[in-house]
């Protein structure tokens, strides 16, 4: 299948370490995320890369034009610095041409799952989108008041089971059908696909972050350091990994 990432966005959150780099250039370890991402995907066979560029993306053609991606087929797609990922999306439809069902991803966030579990519910679906839902990595405790601000109850984030998008996409063609010039791709197409019950919400409990803070950038870092990244699943000694 063919895999759209999107690398267009400031990362403005990342803005001190990737003053001079695109967010998907940002190391985690020796590589950049954006190659870890790609590298997940080539692993379980999809090679073929569309790459919605914004925000420095001659740095990023820059990248690929030097390193060895053996049989990766990767297509720049220039899609403007300020554009949504839906505006994005539409801009690449032509190089989806042919492609029944194709693969999105956000390129900032790692995990292990088990990509083919994600594609056969979303085939045995018949559902038009299907994204992943994670858990928040979150250090928070909600707190619940009454009237006049007496504290009933307060449970640790974690406890909770909150799911929020995790950026992982499968998309059939008739995703076009449901966005608009202009919108971004998870507000209006979104609720759409949600009235017509045709979205699917994959859950998923294993490993999965997103790097969008120093502090995500760090917590990465040391899992790649520590020798046990867990999204590493192209490595045999990867924790918890399935090899196909």
Same mark, same amino acid.
């Given at each position: ?8 966005? &400031?990362? #403005?959150?990342?803005?001190? +370490? %990737? ?6 250039? *940002?190391? @985690?370890? =020796?590589?950049? /995320? ?16 569309? &790459?919605? #560029?914004?925000?420095?993306? +001659? %740095? ?6 030097? *390193?060895? @991606?053996? =049989?990766?087929? /990767? ?23 042919? +492609? %029944? ?10 995990? =292990? ?39 009933? =109850? ?91």
């Amino acid at each position: 299948m063919k895999v759209v990432l999107f690398c267009g966005g &400031l990362g #403005l959150r990342l803005r001190d +370490a %990737a003053n001079a780099l695109p967010k998907p250039l *940002v190391l @985690v370890g =020796d590589r950049p /995320i954006l190659w870890h991402v790609m590298q997940y995907y080539a692993h379980y066979g999809h090679r073929e890369f569309i &790459l919605c #560029l914004g925000y420095k993306g +001659a %740095a990023i053609k820059d990248y690929f034009h030097g *390193v060895d @991606v053996r =049989d990766w087929r /990767i297509t720049f797609a220039d899609t403007g610095v300020l554009s949504n990922m839906g505006q994005r999306l539409s801009m690449v439809r032509t190089s989806l041409e042919g +492609a %029944a069902v194709f693969l999105c991803n956000y390129a900032d966030g790692l995990t =292990d799952l088990h990509l083919p579990d994600l594609i056969d519910a979303f085939a045995a679906s018949g559902k038009v989108g299907a994204m992943l839902c994670t858990r928040p990595v979150l250090s928070y405790h909600f707190v619940k008041t009454v009237g006049d601000g007496t504290v009933v =109850d307060m449970e640790d984030a974690g406890h909770l089971d909150l799911r929020i998008n995790g950026g992982y996409f499968v998309f059939r063609q008739e995703i076009f059908d449901y966005l608009r010039a202009g919108e971004d791709l998870v507000d209006e197409p979104f609720q759409r696909l949600i009235r017509a019950n045709k979205l699917l919400g994959y859950r998923y409990d294993g490993f999965w972050r997103t790097m969008d803070t120093f502090k995500d950038k760090q917590a990465l870092d040391d899992l790649y350091a520590s020798g046990r990244a867990p999204w590493e699943i192209w490595k045999p000694a990867a924790v918890g990994s399935r090899k196909d």
